[in-house]
């Protein structure tokens, strides 16, 4: 490995629940009810395309979470490690008083409702508007582990240049 390599120490994909693939699958079977007055094969053919083209823009539109480079992506958005403070680990009920009444709504929030745990991160820029990031992940003890490791990682390379 060179040193230039960049390994992901954590990655996640928010894949869809069950209910996203029975879309995919209500789909398919809307494309053969739709095809079948015309010819039993083409609705099976027609079923067969829907359920392989919803499944290619389910797995397509999930989203990922890694913690790579130095910063913790969600999605579209990144953020350095180095600016981040401490998370701590949300259950389904810490999601919802998270959410809810009290909450700031500057937060940045990366959510899944099919996902029933989050880590909630805290934002150390001062010029940052946003306080926290939330963030749904099926593997929350690692993906704080990994942004421990990785801040600890930037912030001892940071002391080395300054040095």
């Known amino acids: 490995m060179t040193t230039g390599e960049q390994v992901p120490r954590f990655h996640e994909r928010l894949w869809p629940g069950p209910l996203g693939w029975s879309f995919v699958l209500g789909f398919a079977a809307f494309a053969f009810l739709a095809v079948f007055p015309v010819s039993s094969v083409a609705a099976a053919a027609a079923a067969v395309v829907a359920a392989g083209l919803g499944a ?31 998370g701590t680990v949300l259950d389904r009920d810490g999601i919802r008083a ?27 820029d001062p010029a940052d508007p946003t306080p926290t990031w939330l963030i749904s992940t099926r ?25």
């Not at 899944?112 to 991160?121: D, L």
């Not at 704080?144 to 300054?162: V, Y």
């Open 56 to 86: 290619v823009v389910a797995v397509r539109t999930a989203t990922t979470v890694a913690v790579t480079g130095g910063e913790l992506s969600a999605g579209a958005a990144h953020i350095p490690l180095r600016l981040l403070g401490p």
């Open 98 to 124: 998270a959410l809810g009444p009290g909450s700031d709504a500057r937060a940045f929030a990366c959510l899944r409702s099919w996902i029933p745990t989050a880590v909630v991160v805290e934002v150390r």
């Open 139 to 163: 593997r929350p003890a690692q993906l704080l582990a990994a942004l421990d490791a990785g801040r600890d990682q930037s912030q001892a390379a940071h002391s080395e240049q300054i040095i």
